[in-house]
């Protein structure tokens, strides 16, 4: 079965370092989101891809955020200097988006990031 | 202000029984509605979508109803199962200004099914 991937799965570090996430979405998936969860909280949007494009934004993107999905397949999420307050479930799901905006995210098990 | 709310934080019942887990919205402008089912440290799983032409979508023991002129959907389980004891979220989307389709999420129901 080939749904999402993530890599890692947990991830710890100090104030400051900066992390890299990757997601590999279902194969035929031209669509990938990712979106940030914590405790007692649902999932909340970040950004999202169409193909290698990144479409949309959320304000909760600081600058230290940044994503990429150079080939339009796989997607990478960097956090820079990271703070305590980036410790999150960080979730990655894609979708086969047609024309109407009523496409089924799909998502992967997410990487827990601890920042101490 | 949240745009998906889900009320109760938890709820239980009995195995066989039936369960009811409710979801309000706030935009007019959302037309499709997912809900999701969460074990602890994993990713949300797909359960079952409606879209805002409908209202009623049915998936084995999952029935969702989605009544528009009140903004409210509702998720019933029949019968309930242990297996089922899990965070359920309802989420979201619609094509309108910047949106294309990403998800609001409310912030879950707790379920546990007693044997």
């Known amino acids: 079965d080939t749904g999402v991937s993530q890599n890692p799965r947990h991830k710890i570090t100090k104030r400051g370092q900066n992390v890299t996430f990757r997601c590999d979405p279902i194969?035929?998936?031209?669509?990938l989101y990712w979106y940030r969860q914590t405790l007692g909280q649902g999932p909340e949007f970040l950004t999202y891809f169409q193909n290698e494009a990144q479409l949309e934004k959320s304000r909760l993107l600081s600058d230290r955020f940044s994503a990429e999905r150079p080939k339009g397949s796989f997607s990478t999420l960097e956090i820079q200097r990271t703070e305590q307050g980036d410790s999150a479930m960080y979730l990655c799901?894609?979708?086969?988006?047609?024309?109407?905006?009523?496409?089924?995210?799909?998502f992967g098990p997410g990487t827990r990031l601890t920042v101490l | 202000d949240q745009q998906v709310k889900q009320n109760s934080p938890s709820l239980s019942v009995q195995e066989g029984r039936i369960s009811i887990l409710n979801c309000d919205y706030t935009?007019?402008?959302?037309?499709?509605f997912l809900w999701y089912k969460k074990y602890p440290a994993e990713g949300p799983t797909f359960l079952i979508s409606?879209?805002?032409?409908?209202d009623k979508n049915e998936d084995g023991r999952f029935t969702v109803f989605l009544n528009k002129s009140a903004k409210h959907l509702s998720l019933h389980i029949v019968p309930s199962q242990p297996g089922d004891s899990a965070v359920y979220f309802c989420?979201?989307?619609?094509?309108?200004?910047?949106?294309?389709?990403?998800?609001?999420f409310g912030k879950g129901t707790k379920l546990s099914v007693k044997p």
């Open positions: 799901a894609s979708s086969l988006a047609g024309v109407r905006s009523t496409d089924t995210q799909y």
């Open positions: 935009n007019s402008m959302f037309d499709y």
């Open positions: 409606i879209s805002s032409i409908k």
């Open positions: 989420a979201a989307s619609g094509n309108y200004g910047g949106s294309q389709g990403n998800l609001i």
């Open positions: 194969s035929e998936h031209n669509r």
